[in-house]
């Protein structure tokens, strides 16, 4: 429903997206963290595409990668990690990293919720451009239900963001807004990541503003700081402009 199916297709389509892409204006060292869209491809894609062209830069260095995104269809509270060993898509396995759930499945918001995964698209629409700008990296795949920023501030520092692991979080921005009203309350909450005011980014804002906000506090904690590499909304790359789907793309270093 959100990619191509067909290994080669899907393979050419991202290639494309990245290409198109372009280079950013920035020269910044190995990100620690990004935040993508997660739509249908030629709707985010190409914003997602801004973040990942980067983010292959350190293609090397990268050997896991921290997913975080919000649950769509099974509400629950805390934060779900999955029973699988690997997660597939068309172009290949991505191995789960079982020893990274080990450490914070003892954490009170953590839970095994297969639920939670099974038709979660948040995360999985992220694994094809992972596996198209990565060498080999493990998977850690966490749905984010109702739960607090401080609870997946903690759960992210558990897991311990030494220099191979990259976070990823999968937000779409605002939904359903025509583009002028879209434009500016994305640029809103585009300013509070910018600016790491997770106090500002409410439930209207963002559909992972919980995985967000959590990476905001963290990144608070951490002194870190946002780039903001790409803002357009659905009414820019293949959809009317009377209801658009707000996209956005970060990175964190």
Same mark, same amino acid.
């Given at each position: 429903?959100?990619?191509?199916?067909?290994?080669?297709?899907?393979?050419?389509?991202?290639?494309?997206?990245?290409?198109?892409?372009?280079?950013?204006?920035?020269?910044?060292?190995?990100?620690?963290?990004?935040?993508?869209?997660?739509?249908?491809?030629?709707?985010?894609?190409?914003?997602?595409?801004?973040?990942?062209?980067?983010?292959?830069?350190?293609?090397?260095?990268?050997?896991?990668?921290?997913?975080?995104?919000?649950?769509?269809?099974?509400?629950?509270?805390?934060?779900?990690?999955?029973?699988?060993?690997?997660?597939?898509?068309?172009?290949?396995?991505?191995?789960?990293?079982?020893?990274?759930?080990?450490?914070?499945?003892?954490?009170?918001?953590?839970?095994?919720?297969?639920?939670?995964?099974?038709?979660? @698209?948040? *995360?999985? %629409?992220?694994?094809?451009? &992972?596996?198209?700008?990565? =060498?080999?990296?493990?998977?850690?795949?966490? /749905? #984010?239900?109702?739960?607090?920023?401080?609870?997946?501030?903690?759960?992210?520092?558990?897991?311990?963001?030494?220099?191979?692991?990259?976070?990823?979080?999968?937000?779409?921005?605002?939904?359903?807004?025509?583009?002028?009203?879209?434009?500016?309350?994305?640029?809103?909450?585009?300013?509070?990541?910018?600016?790491?005011?997770?106090?500002?980014?409410?439930?209207?804002?963002?559909?992972?503003?919980?995985?967000?906000?959590?990476?905001?506090?963290?990144?608070?904690? @951490?002194? *870190?700081? %946002?780039?903001?590499?790409? &803002?357009?909304?659905?009414? =820019?790359?293949?959809?009317?402009?009377?209801? /658009? #789907?707000?996209?956005?793309?970060?990175?964190?270093?």
């Amino acid at each position: 429903m959100f990619y191509p199916d067909n290994p080669d297709e899907l393979r050419a389509m991202i290639i494309d997206m990245l290409a198109q892409a372009g280079e950013l204006d920035t020269d910044i060292n190995q990100p620690v963290a990004v935040i993508a869209p997660h739509a249908g491809y030629i709707y985010s894609g190409p914003v997602a595409a801004t973040a990942y062209r980067y983010i292959g830069k350190f293609h090397q260095a990268i050997k896991r990668v921290i997913l975080l995104g919000p649950s769509h269809r099974v509400p629950f509270t805390g934060l779900a990690m999955s029973s699988a060993t690997h997660f597939s898509t068309p172009l290949g396995l991505i191995p789960i990293d079982t020893a990274s759930y080990h450490k914070i499945a003892e954490h009170p918001a953590v839970q095994l919720l297969d639920d939670a995964h099974a038709q979660e @698209h948040s *995360l999985e %629409v992220h694994l094809p451009f &992972l596996q198209s700008v990565l =060498d080999d990296f493990t998977l850690v795949p966490l /749905v #984010v239900g109702d739960t607090s920023k401080e609870d997946v501030a903690e759960v992210l520092e558990l897991l311990d963001l030494s220099a191979d692991t990259l976070v990823v979080v999968s937000s779409d921005l605002s939904h359903y807004h025509d583009y002028r009203s879209a434009q500016q309350l994305d640029q809103h909450t585009s300013d509070a990541i910018v600016h790491l005011q997770p106090e500002k980014i409410g439930y209207e804002d963002a559909c992972g503003r919980n995985p967000v906000n959590g990476l905001l506090t963290l990144a608070k904690q @951490h002194h *870190l700081h %946002v780039i903001a590499a790409d &803002l357009r909304n659905s009414g =820019d790359t293949a959809g009317p402009r009377d209801r /658009v #789907v707000g996209y956005g793309a970060y990175l964190f270093h």
